[in-house]
């Protein structure tokens, strides 16, 4: 099982970047889909999560600004992530479990580096 995260990179503030997440090794189309996101000294922190229905739940901080989506067939979740701030600056991480901001698996993770 494997989880594949991509498109992190160097944005300016006000900026926008797509995180993508692609699954392989297992169906996660019944999963709950996350985000979480850390940086150093920190633990990690719940981002957004959608439910295998299209249901969505984001952490206050990035309410309005990003958004989560997720493509069954694909076996992959998105992360639209819009008017970007240096202190979303983070390395992301997505993961599937069966609880909102529970992960049974985690994929690897992507740097986004929001310059101010």
């Known amino acids: 099982v494997q989880l594949q995260a991509s498109g992190g990179g160097l944005v300016q503030t006000g900026g926008s970047l797509r995180l993508s997440c692609a699954a392989s090794?297992?169906?996660?189309?019944?999963?709950?889909m996350n985000w979480f996101r850390q940086t150093p000294g920190k633990e990690r922190e719940f981002v957004a999560a959608?439910?295998?229905?299209?249901?969505?739940y984001y952490a206050d901080s990035v309410k309005g600004r990003f958004t989560i989506s997720r493509d069954n067939p694909k076996n992959a979740v998105y992360l639209q992530m819009n008017s970007l701030k240096p202190e979303d600056t983070a390395v992301y991480y997505c993961?599937?479990?069966?609880?909102?901001?529970?992960?049974?698996?985690w994929g690897q993770g992507t740097l986004v580096t929001v310059s101010s």
């Open positions: 993961g599937a479990g069966l609880q909102v901001g529970g992960n049974v698996y």
């Open positions: 090794g297992r169906y996660f189309g019944p999963y709950i």
């Open positions: 959608i439910r295998s229905g299209g249901s969505t």
